[in-house]
Structure formats: C-alpha cells, structure tokens
C-alpha cells in the first residue's frame, strides 16, 4: 500500500513540475534524488527538463 501512496505522491509532484509549480530543485527533495537522477526519471517520461535561473542573468548583466 505504500509503494502506491509513494507512487501517487511522485506522480502529484512531477505533473507540479510539469506545469511550472515546482522547480527541478524541489521536485528532486521531495523525491530524494539528485538532480541528475530527477532529470533521467524526467526524461525517461519525455518531460522537457529546463533548469535556467532568469535572476541570474540579470545578475550576471549588471
């Protein structure tokens, strides 16, 4: 019964991402994977994976 509540709980979470909810960084501690490893379970559903911080740039522009 816990693998579906934790399979319920991902799927909540990775459909956040999806729609711009949740960041890379979150969604990877709430899954308790690495970045990396969260960006290969993305892909492997054929989420596009984008990881850009505007702030940044304009950072980095100043």
Known sequence: ?????????RNKFIDAYSKGDISLGQLSNTLELTKRE???TLSSLSIDVIDYDFEDENIHQK
């Open 1 to 9: 019964m816990d693998s579906v509540k934790n399979e319920i709980k």
């Open 38 to 40: 969260t960006m290969k």
